[in-house]
């Protein structure tokens, strides 16, 4: 058997581990976001039920943020602006997000 052989066989082999590592990973991120969106819907569930439960809505607008839906994030921020006093953290992180928007649209 030439060096070449072995070589090709190696080189396979790497192969293989790469496309089950990148089916792994793809499996994990698929299991964390089916995760994130049924916490989503729990804290939305538990915010019908208590609806001035402050701890509740910075959580919801926290787990709305991490998924990036833009426009939830927005409902959610505005629901809870009508319901519970924002911390301030909460407003500034608001006011940045908005202005992060409002200059990717000046780029377009």
Known sequence: MS???GGDSGLEDDIDCESESSESESDNLEGSASLAHSFIVQLKQDLDVHPFSSELHFAFINAVRESADIDK???A???AA???ALSESLWLEWLADESNLA???ELD
């Open 82 to 84: 009508t319901k519970v």
């Open 73 to 75: 994030l927005s409902q």
């Open 77 to 79: 921020r505005r629901n």
């Open 3 to 5: 060096d070449s052989d």
């Open 103 to 105: 200059n990717e649209g």
